[in-house]
């Protein structure tokens, strides 16, 4: 079964933490964890672009995220 991709931006994300929130193209805010990242060298900034497969449930949230372009 494929899973859907989605772009979003990230609105923001606490390094020391590791988690962050993205606003997806859909307009839904999806929360993220550094674990649920492709890569865990990543550091997201405010604004940067990423493609990720979103999880919709009681909390939305976002896996396999990727960043895609700097802000």
């Known amino acids: 079964m494929n899973e859907l ?3 979003g931006t ?8 590791g988690y962050g929130y993205i606003i997806g193209a859909d ?3 999806y929360f993220f964890e550094l674990v649920n990242c492709v890569n865990s ?3 997201f900034a405010s604004g940067d672009i990423v493609e990720f497969i979103p999880k ?3 909390l939305d949230f976002a896996t ?5 372009e700097k802000r």
């Open 5 to 7: 991709k989605m772009f």
């Open 10 to 17: 990230i609105k923001w994300y606490k390094k020391n933490k």
């Open 27 to 29: 307009e839904e805010l």
């Open 41 to 43: 060298n990543d550091i």
């Open 56 to 58: 919709i449930g009681e």
């Open 64 to 68: 396999k995220v990727e960043k895609i």
